[in-house]
């Protein structure tokens, strides 16, 4: 027989186990945790690209209103409290 295979089986503490076991557990749960947070972040990712472009579509539209305005007004500023164009001069 070889050295390693004579060799006889050790038994560690059950104080020693119990503590290798909670580091064990540890380690899964934070990793769980870790997958459930990048889980998290791609929604909130994917949600923030949707807002965006819901953005652009916002600022596309103002421009065109704009573009309306001052086609039937002139150059001018619109006045949102009280709806007057004031035209520039």
Same mark, same amino acid.
């Given at each position: ?12 503490? *059950?104080? =020693? @186990? +119990?503590?290798? &076991? ?11 945790? %870790? $997958? ?8 909130? *990712?994917? =949600? @923030? +690209?949707?807002? &965006? ?11 065109? %209103? $704009? ?23």
């Amino acid at each position: 027989m070889s050295e390693q295979t004579a060799q006889a089986v050790i038994k560690v503490t *059950e104080q =020693e @186990l +119990n503590s290798v &076991r909670t580091l064990s557990e540890s380690f899964n749960r934070m990793t769980m945790e %870790i $997958g459930e947070l990048n889980v998290a972040k791609i929604d909130l *990712e994917n =949600e @923030l +690209n949707k807002k &965006r472009d819901e953005l652009s579509t916002l600022r596309q539209e103002e421009v065109k %209103i $704009g573009d309306e305005l001052e086609t039937k007004y002139g150059k001018g500023r619109l006045n949102l409290q009280d709806g007057t164009y004031s035209p520039f001069e």
